[in-house]
């Protein structure tokens, strides 16, 4: 059979109506619901800080705190769809600008997108960056409007690059006399405002929410809502959303992984013919999902995580398989002198080791040696060939993975 035939088969087969999907798009992260089981609470606590903004005053700034998975982009973007429509009847003029601060991945990108959505249209590169800031104050002092910015993932771009953005953004409303505007930074990290400047915190003026993780009965009651929405009629075996959410339960009450694995599990029975959804294509799914986050993870990393990472693996490679934080940080900080870099501080260094191990890239242990105290011993959690693999398409770091660091005959010979 030729390749084309092949490919007419299985085109043939996904061209004629699904037996196990009415719509896939509901189990995906950018579908908001009409309603958000469990978030009532967060959603009116977040709706009480916004509301001023339909009398035309100004809300605070809010910071959104929780875990991967947890509602907070859906709760933001259920409630401000919300105030946008209600805003019209009462004369508001109110723009809303959403930012994902990780696929932004620079201070530019953010400040394009804000122009972009004032109806300015700026180059992707070329300019500097005070040049595109000036631009958007520009834009925003010609219009008489409530200027709403949402930055989504915000953590990963203030480690990545400081906090230049947030401090421009606060200080913004001193130069403007017709418009406003406020801050929504939603983040995963629960210590984000440790890397924050005491000048960009005192003008925050912040309020926060918290959200917890979903447990395994919450998560049955989301998954249940959007599969009478997402599948045919008895194209669930009985059991599967049970074993979605108990799942997705035990990794930190994670939503997003919950209907993950129930549509790539639906996926997997319609590419095999199936025309019901069984406990194991839920468990293939899981596998399948957990590969391919661990990728995701790699490619996201910050740089300077990215290079605590290498200085690991580039341990393994001299057959060190546990090492200490003293060590990591010498070859760290000869990777950052080889990549132009100004090292961090072997403080910040060892919490992005805890970083690291809390999502699963690395492993820490402590170990009691007695009268010498306690020492920790840290390894890879992933496959060293899956790290090169990753590291090797990025242009930053690909060059790295060969490296032999000078520092490694000391650190082999310590170990004698």
């Not at 990963?156 to 421009?168: N, S």
Request: aromatic residues 6%; glycine residues 6%; positive net charge.
């Amino acid at each position: 059979m030729t390749e084309r035939t092949v490919l007419d088969d299985v085109f043939a087969r996904f061209s004629k109506d699904s037996s196990i999907f009415r719509d896939r798009d509901v189990l995906r992260h950018d579908y908001v619901p009409e309603k958000l089981p469990h978030r009532e609470e967060q959603i009116r606590c977040f709706g009480e800080i916004v509301a001023p903004v339909l009398r035309g005053s100004r809300c605070s700034n809010v910071f959104i705190y929780g875990k991967t998975g947890t509602g907070k982009t859906a709760v933001v973007r259920f409630v401000l769809n919300r105030l946008a429509q209600k805003a019209r009847p009462f004369g508001a003029e109110v723009k809303i600008c959403y930012v994902n601060c990780r696929l932004a991945g620079t201070e530019y990108r953010v400040f394009s997108s804000l122009c972009d959505a004032l109806g300015s249209k700026i180059p992707f590169t070329g300019l500097a960056v005070g040049e595109v800031f000036d631009r958007f104050k520009k834009n925003l002092s010609l219009n008489k409007l409530l200027f709403m910015v949402i930055l989504d993932e915000i953590d990963a771009l203030i480690k990545a690059r400081g906090d230049v953005l947030l401090y421009e953004l606060t200080r913004i409303n001193e130069d403007l006399h017709s418009s406003r505007t406020s801050i929504v930074g939603i983040s995963n990290d629960l210590r984000f405002k440790e890397f924050l400047d005491p000048r960009v915190l005192s003008s925050l003026s912040e309020e926060e929410i918290v959200f917890r993780p979903y447990d395994a009965a919450e998560l049955r009651d989301i998954l249940s809502d959007r599969a009478c929405l997402a599948f045919q009629e008895g194209a669930l075996r009985e059991g599967t959303i049970d074993l979605c959410a108990a799942l997705a339960a035990a990794e930190h009450g994670d939503a997003r992984r919950a209907l993950d694995l129930l549509r790539v599990a639906g996926e997997l029975a319609e590419r095999r013919g199936s025309p019901v959804v069984v406990e194991d294509h839920i468990r293939q799914a899981e596998r399948r999902i957990e590969h391919d986050r661990t990728i995701e993870a790699l490619k996201n990393l910050p740089l300077h995580s990215k290079l605590v990472l290498c200085s690991v693996y580039l341990l393994g490679k001299a057959k060190i398989s546990s090492a200490v934080t003293g060590d990591i940080y010498e070859i760290y900080h000869e990777l950052c002198d080889l990549s132009g870099l100004s090292p961090l501080t072997q403080r910040r260094v060892s919490s992005l080791i805890n970083e690291l191990d809390v999502i699963g890239l690395l492993n820490t242990r402590v170990i009691n040696k007695g009268r010498y105290g306690r020492t920790r011993r840290i390894c890879l959690s992933v496959s060293r060939s899956l790290i090169r693999e990753v590291f090797a398409s990025d242009n930053r770091v690909s060059c790295l993975i060969d490296y032999a660091p000078k520092c490694l005959s000391t650190i082999s010979s310590s170990r004698g």
